[in-house]
């Protein structure tokens, strides 16, 4: 069974960054699409980004476009995302999930999931 686990979370001021990781152990994430899925006080789940497999490709959620970047270390089993210029509404609880292969639309599509971290943006 696949165990996603998300690292990197906090408080921070708004313009500051924030690196999140994902990683699995025991199992290759190699084969896994992986998203990475926000999800704050009183809204629904969105997915902010996602990589497929193989790097090959990646997507952003508008308000990410410019400000985060996701990337996969296959070595280190992991994923990252990037996280710059953040922003109060940027505020929720990150989540890392899994899909087969190729990056999917809704986050039902996503079949494995972390427990989430917490991404405070604040003064």
């Known amino acids: 069974q696949l165990q996603l686990v998300e690292s990197g979370g906090g408080l921070v001021q708004p313009g500051g960054n924030l690196r999140l990781s994902c990683t699995a152990s025991?199992?290759?994430?190699?084969?896994?699409?992986i998203g990475w899925i926000r999800q704050a006080p009183g809204k629904e789940r969105d997915i902010i980004s996602c990589i497929s497999s193989n790097g090959g490709t990646v997507e952003y959620i508008n308000s990410a476009k410019g400000r985060f970047t996701i990337s996969r270390d296959h070595a280190k089993n992991t994923v990252y995302l990037q996280m710059n210029s953040l922003k109060p509404e940027d505020t929720a609880v990150y989540y890392c999930a899994a899909a087969q292969w190729s990056c999917y639309p809704t986050t039902s599509d996503f079949t494995s999931w972390g427990r989430g971290t917490q991404v405070t943006v604040s003064s």
């Open positions: 025991g199992v290759t994430l190699d084969h896994y699409a």
